[in-house]
């Protein structure tokens, strides 16, 4: 590159012919000269004038251009990406809730589409207009002429490419003659180097090199350690004047930065109108017994805020539960106003030992795969500290409790106990406990969501199933893993057994 | 052929420049016809459907015509303003559709007489309105400062009075322009182009608010005086296109009207066409958006869950009134060809009544009153438009169908695309 190789072909080129140009005085008799080498035969022509000259294209017989058809096509092809591309990203791969429209919303993609459609399409045109006409180029024979110059000024030009099957050099100069040209002269292949400028080069390396200069810097910044703190570009993003939980604000009276609900809204997703859903309870059947109950009950549904213990106490009292009489007594003494709240009003007369509630049989969600998953994550928070991962009522809270001699405490239930089984105590009751609360067990529907309590019941008949299960209930595929991890295990035991007795014989003799 | 030479305009007496016989026999019975039909579609209409209905169906009708006069009037005064030379051999054929602002005005009274009937805008029965929509007192009282009988009135004298002045203005100068040939002429029409262009602009979208708009008093859109005008500038462009081929095949103007002079205007209606997508779906996707329930209203009655009748026509209008001519505009070929450049412009017409249909029906009744009320609006429109084909007609006998002596016609004949 450094040296500049001379063509070989050098001296052949300077005889190379490229065509032959004519002058001409005026526009109407250069465009009778088009039409008569169009209709001569040629294709290969080109005529040059200092301004644009209408009809010249028909004159020369130049087929209208295929460049509107890449325009519309890349514009087609901008419309389908741009859409395309919004579907993918907000639709279906980063899910996202704009101002509550549906993920794949096409008003909202019409923007985009739009411009995307007119990019394309623009740089379709410029860019296919280009490759058309072959550009960049960075000469053209023609321009060894002298006289050629006056082509930007006030003189008109034919040429007659040498490349045309009709072209012969004499004939082609006569003819051009006929046609009224002028000053005809044969263009020369151009000698010039074919190799791009240096100078051109050389811009185009530095130009790249420089580009490269904050690419660099920011690789080498990721790869150095630092001990000054971090430059932050934007402070304003880095440092949200958003507030956090429990934060105070001089935006509202009562100076709390978090929002209460607005009176009568509901979170989204939690608008969930089944009642019997919310209590565990049959309304309906518990109406025709128990009206000013079920109102208690949806009253209490209804200002899910407000609900304090009271309810909570009240309503697993009113379960029919076998309590201490403590929660009650507490929450009596804690009940500031809410009369409807008393436990002992809403206790049956008939005694706690009859439960006529009509709780729901069956868990109302459906038995997935995923609802037993998800009942497993929320028992292992909320569940297993107290009632322990299989649910003997032997969490780490009890234990410690045993350990410290804690005399206010009350043990948690086995959960294998036979009165806490699905006949005894529907999964409606088991409900409501685990959303009110029982004896020294706090109610949990303030930090627990309905579906996911409903799934903790679920998980619970699972853990009873799993407790009590026999080899039938395996499913058969199953049941030969099981065995044998039964006679590997029982196998492993007699061996230990054997090894101590081995053992114990050895040290005893 | 393409012409290399400049041509040289044919004397201004040459008979290539009157009215062809045949359309002048036409005129009158256009008129009698139209008026009668007009007429008719309106009582047909508050007759079979009910009171509020007829008087719709009027202002759809009116409508229509209006937008595409005050359109032609648009194109004028922009070809003055930028001093095109094209346009010049189709410019009289825009000033005869823009000077039936003057017929307009006159039919404008069975509007003034429904607002003060009541007949026709809802806003009229201001204290039962109020009362059945339950609107807050100080939000309505705010609207009927602006949505009053007299105020009304006085500003549609105004927009009337705008534009009755400013074609009459142009007409008559271009119609000078026709004996005399004085290019001070063509001067002062440009000098005076700007300031019309912006008390046009003015009255064209204070207009569309008080004619269409206020047809659903609570509802607003800024965009809507946009809209109006989009359809507006859209048909205007078209009934030129159309009128001219109309013109030509009876034998008027068949060597000035040139497949240039239709390509051209073929440019501008598939410009136009996507303008008024762009706007309407501009004006539509705002409001989708923000979902205020004062807002979303208007289009929630038009919606396709909605009300099956005009929610099928919006559909119909995002595919017929953009898709489609879009798509069928979009070739050179196309617009080369005057009669494919006519068949769409009739096509687009068509469209536009549906449109405007489409923005003033559903607020007279829930439906579109059944087979008959759909005879009724169709009827009307159609007397609408003979009645205006008639006056334009008779207008256009007097006068010549192109500006004979305007200083660019010569630019204009000898005008090439490529």
Redo the contacts between chains.
Sequence with gaps: MSTPKTPPKAVDDDNVVHGVVAEFTD??SL?AACERVRDAGYTKADAFAPFPV??I??ALGIK?TVL?WIA?AAGGIGTCTALAMQIWMNGIDYQYII???PFISL??S??VAFELTILFASFATFFGMWALNGLPRFSNPIFTSPRFDRATDDTFFLFLDAKDNRFDEAGAKSFLADLGGDFIEVVKEDDSPKSIPKFLLIGLALLISFSLIPALLVARMRVTKSTSPRIHIFPDMDFSPAKDMQQTSTLFADGRAMRPDVPGTVHRGEMIWDLDFQTGIELEKLAQTDAPRVRRLVAMVQSDVEVGGDEQAADAADAGEETSSEPAEEASSDGESDEDANPTALTPAAGPEVDTTPWLSENPLPLTDAVLRRGQTMFGVYCSTCHGMNGNGDGLVNRRAQRILATTWTPPSNLHDETLFEDAYPDGKLFSTISNGIRKMPGYRAQIGAEDRWAIVAYVRALQASQDATLEDVPEAQRATIEKEQTDVKAALEKAAAEAEAKAKESST | MSHHHAVAPKPADDPAFTMPAMLSGLSLPLCVVGLIALVGGTFLGSSAVGGRFGMSAYLTAYMYAMTIAIGAMFFVLIQHLVRAGWSVVVRRVAELIMIMVVPLAVLFIPIGWAVWTGSLYVWTDAAGYQAEHHIPADAWAEKIRWLNPQWFTLRACVYLGVYCLIGCWYYSKSQRQDQTGEVTLTESMQARGGPAIILFALCTSLLAADWVMSLAPMWFSTMFGVYIFAGSILSAHCAIALLSFVLQKQGAMRDEVTIEHYHDLGKLIHGFVCFWAYIAFSQYMLIWYANIPEETVWFFTRYPGFSEDFGPISIALMVLHFGVPFLGIMSRHVRRTPWAVAAWATYILVLHFVDLYWAIMPEATVGSGGAMGVLASVLTVLGMVCLMLGLIVIVGARTRLIPVRDPRLAESLAFENI
Excluded: E, R, Y
Aim: proline share 24%.
């Design positions: 526009v109407s465009l209408h009809g294209d028909k209208p509107p519309l101002s509550g429209k008003p909202a019409i923007p």
